[in-house]
């Protein structure tokens, strides 16, 4: 027997674990456009600078461009010194390639899987099984490469648990006891 305030509970904590992960996603994807504009801006600024030095004439890079403290707003102040906190939080052992710090475990993704969004694999694979059950580690092993390393795996497991949770709550496979998913009522 099941506690329905507990359930409701975990529902509502699966919910907000999805936003957080597609906010996290959309956050990281918004600093790799910012990062890749700043390297633009920083290459345009350079050659301004060369092309004043070379006419003998004064700078011709803007204030902002050179002191950017100056211009930047509080909300912004804010951000860089909350992007600070986060890169003195990080583990020293991370991975010094930036491309492959963002993937995590995307790049652990079987290659029959590699272009298929994972909510639609995870999908895939309860069709391709419909009278099976498949526990949240069951489904990793399924979807993943063996060797994909703990903290990459920690975080499929939980990227697969909230598509499983979101899936069984817009009724489009069923959870059952002990977190157990079937693409048929078990």
Do not use: C
Not at 9 to 23: G, I, K, R
């Amino acid at each position: 027997m099941s506690d329905p305030a507990l359930s409701k509970l975990l529902e509502v904590d699966s919910d907000l674990a999805v936003q957080e992960t597609d906010l996290l996603a959309q956050l990281e994807a918004v600093r790799a456009r910012r990062a890749s504009l700043q390297t633009v801006v920083g290459i345009f600024a350079s050659e301004a600078e060369t092309t004043s030095k070379e006419n003998g004439s004064g700078s011709a890079i803007p204030a902002e461009i050179k002191t950017p403290a100056a211009s930047q707003t509080k909300a912004s102040r804010k951000r860089k010194a909350v992007e600070e906190k986060d890169k003195k939080t990080q583990p020293t052992t991370a991975p010094k390639d930036v491309k492959q710090q963002r993937r995590g475990w995307q790049q652990y993704v079987r290659d029959e899987f590699r272009k298929t969004p994972l909510p639609e694999v995870v999908l895939w694979v309860l069709q391709d099984h419909p009278k099976e059950t498949f526990k949240i580690a069951r489904m990793v092993d399924t979807i993943f490469v063996k060797s994909i390393p703990q903290a990459a795996r920690k975080g499929a497991r939980e990227r697969v648990s909230n598509i499983l949770a979101e899936g069984a709550r817009k009724n489009r496979w069923y959870r059952g006891k002990l977190g157990r998913y079937s693409l048929s009522k078990l």
